[in-house]
């Protein structure tokens, strides 16, 4: 790994800051400095430079007792606009944030998940970024950046989506496809390493310093946190744990490998599943994904047997994979995120929180908690704003481009 620099530190520091007023609220150089661990010298030569830039403003001066005045300080909403886009094979979901980010307006358009060329594709995200920001009542000009995730293996570095399984997508150069048709600053990357940064800024890692936060969908993944800092990987594709083996030799996965965890518990895994026990059901008639789990979330709750087979059998294989990353990795929280989540959360996590102690080696059981995300809206599309905020303060000068880390860097646990 290259020894990081002085200049890589201080752009550590800025994001540091940054994060904290995030989790704080308005709040003094001195409870920054406390925060964060940074000296108090350095949080007020930082809180300086981002004052010079529009970041921050003076929130209140209020009186002390004795000495000077001090200062709250926040950060500023309208020193522009922000656009996280979560873009899945069934779906592009665009939310402009401000800069607190705080969602101004949002938009959904639907993919025909039979349709996977790239000017189908890049015209969905197109029409969902205009659709948001209209019902922002912002205007284009007043974007700064739109941070994009892709479905599969993502290059930040390079803006490319290397492989998309689902779409049989090769070294496509998306970024530099939608900075043309954008006209704006374009950061894409991975929904795994999204939902990661966004329960670490919003959710759990507030107080947690490890989790995997897993991604249920059309794919399924996990996005790591180790001891706050995101695990990337060398190529950026670590948290396919989708990918990993679940059945020797068993069904075939869009990766064309068999037995993989997202052939179980992806969507077609699912279908594929409610195939065994009942194939003649009617919520297989169902032509597109999210119509077929929003059928099986429907019919739980009218007390279909067949369905609650599936919803057994699903929650014995999401606890058996789970078992193996928390005995690899030894991490005490496991957050479910994702729209199949959102639709058999309530039927999927109590079981998987029953039957996953016993896939895990003892040493690893202390404070083991398995729970639905709580960031509000979409956290995949709240990620990506969060780094594309990151990339737009590396051009203000407060950092070069060239010198940024990725996105989503470690940051100190609080003192």
């Given at each position: 790994?290259?020894?990081?620099?002085?200049?890589?530190?201080?752009?550590?520091?800025?994001?540091?800051v940054?994060?904290?007023?995030?989790?704080?609220?308005?709040?003094?150089?001195?409870?920054?400095?406390?925060?964060?661990?940074?000296?108090?010298?350095?949080?007020?030569?930082?809180?300086?430079?981002f004052?010079?830039?529009?970041?921050?403003?003076?929130?209140?001066?209020?009186?002390?007792?004795?000495?000077?005045?001090?200062?709250?300080?926040t950060?500023?909403?309208?020193r522009?606009?922000?656009?996280?886009?979560?873009?899945?094979?069934?779906?592009?979901?665009?939310?402009?944030?401000?800069?607190?980010?705080?969602?101004?307006?949002?938009?959904?358009?639907?993919?025909?998940?039979?349709?996977?060329?790239?000017?189908?594709?890049?015209?969905?995200?197109?029409?969902?970024?205009?659709?948001?920001?209209?019902?922002?009542?912002?205007?284009?000009?007043?974007?700064?950046?739109?941070?994009?995730?892709?479905?599969?293996?993502?290059?930040?570095?390079?803006?490319?989506?290397?492989?998309a399984?689902?779409?049989?997508?090769?070294?496509?150069?998306?970024?530099?496809?939608?900075?043309?048709?954008?006209g704006?600053?374009?950061?894409?990357?991975?929904?795994?390493?999204?939902?990661?940064?966004?329960?670490?800024?919003?959710?759990?890692?507030?107080?947690?310093?490890?989790?995997?936060?897993?991604?249920?969908?059309?794919?399924?993944?996990?996005?790591?946190?180790?001891?706050?800092?995101?695990?990337?990987?060398?190529?950026?594709?670590?948290?396919?744990?989708?990918?990993?083996?679940?059945?020797?030799?068993?069904?075939?996965?869009?990766?064309?490998?068999?037995?993989?965890?997202?052939?179980?518990?992806?969507?077609?895994?699912?279908?594929?599943?409610?195939?065994?026990?009942?194939?003649?059901?009617?919520?297989?008639q169902?032509?597109?994904?999210?119509?077929?789990?929003?059928?099986?979330?429907?019919?739980?709750?009218?007390?279909?047997?067949?369905?609650?087979?599936?919803?057994?059998?699903?929650?014995?294989?999401?606890?058996?994979?789970?078992?193996?990353?928390?005995?690899?990795?030894?991490?005490?929280?496991?957050?479910?995120?994702?729209?199949?989540?959102?639709?058999?959360?309530?039927w999927?996590?109590?079981?998987?929180?029953?039957?996953?102690?016993?896939?895990?080696?003892?040493?690893?059981?202390l404070?083991?908690?398995?729970?639905?995300?709580?960031?509000?809206?979409?956290?995949?599309?709240?990620?990506?704003?969060?780094?594309?905020?990151?990339?737009?303060?590396?051009?203000?000068?407060?950092?070069?481009?060239?010198?940024?880390?990725?996105?989503?860097?470690?940051?100190?646990?609080?003192?």
């Amino acid at each position: 790994m290259p020894r990081q620099t002085s200049r890589d530190l201080r752009n550590e520091s800025r994001f540091e800051v940054l994060h904290a007023l995030f989790t704080l609220g308005p709040s003094t150089r001195q409870e920054i400095a406390r925060h964060t661990g940074l000296s108090t010298a350095t949080v007020a030569t930082l809180v300086t430079q981002f004052l010079a830039e529009g970041v921050l403003r003076i929130a209140t001066v209020e009186q002390n007792t004795v000495g000077r005045p001090y200062e709250r300080l926040t950060i500023d909403p309208d020193r522009g606009r922000i656009l996280g886009i979560d873009v899945a094979e069934t779906y592009v979901d665009a939310t402009v944030y401000d800069v607190r980010l705080e969602p101004l307006g949002q938009s959904q358009v639907a993919l025909d998940e039979h349709q996977n060329g790239e000017a189908y594709v890049v015209d969905g995200i197109v029409r969902a970024i205009d659709a948001a920001v209209s019902a922002s009542g912002t205007t284009r000009d007043r974007i700064i950046g739109a941070g994009v995730s892709m479905p599969g293996q993502v290059r930040p570095d390079a803006g490319v989506s290397v492989f998309a399984p689902n779409w049989d997508w090769h070294d496509v150069r998306i970024e530099a496809l939608l900075e043309e048709r954008l006209g704006l600053p374009v950061y894409v990357d991975n929904p795994l390493k999204a939902v990661a940064l966004s329960e670490l800024w919003f959710g759990v890692g507030r107080t947690a310093k490890s989790m995997a936060v897993i991604n249920l969908g059309t794919g399924v993944g996990a996005g790591i946190v180790i001891n706050r800092s995101l695990l990337r990987g060398e190529a950026n594709n670590a948290g396919e744990w989708g990918h990993t083996l679940l059945q020797l030799d068993g069904r075939p996965c869009r990766c064309g490998r068999l037995g993989c965890v997202e052939a179980y518990l992806g969507v077609e895994g699912l279908q594929a599943t409610l195939t065994e026990i009942a194939p003649d059901h009617p919520a297989l008639q169902e032509p597109q994904q999210r119509g077929f789990v929003d059928a099986v979330a429907d019919g739980l709750t009218r007390d279909d047997t067949a369905l609650a087979e599936l919803a057994r059998r699903t929650a014995h294989y999401l606890a058996a994979s789970l078992g193996d990353l928390v005995n690899l990795l030894n991490i005490p929280q496991i957050t479910l995120t994702g729209w199949t989540t959102e639709a058999l959360g309530d039927w999927l996590i109590p079981a998987v929180r029953s039957e996953l102690p016993d896939h895990v080696l003892p040493g690893s059981r202390l404070n083991l908690s398995v729970e639905a995300s709580g960031v509000p809206g979409n956290p995949v599309a709240l990620g990506m704003a969060a780094f594309s905020l990151e990339r737009f303060l590396g051009t203000l000068g407060l950092a070069s481009r060239t010198s940024l880390p990725a996105p989503g860097r470690r940051l100190r646990s609080p003192a």
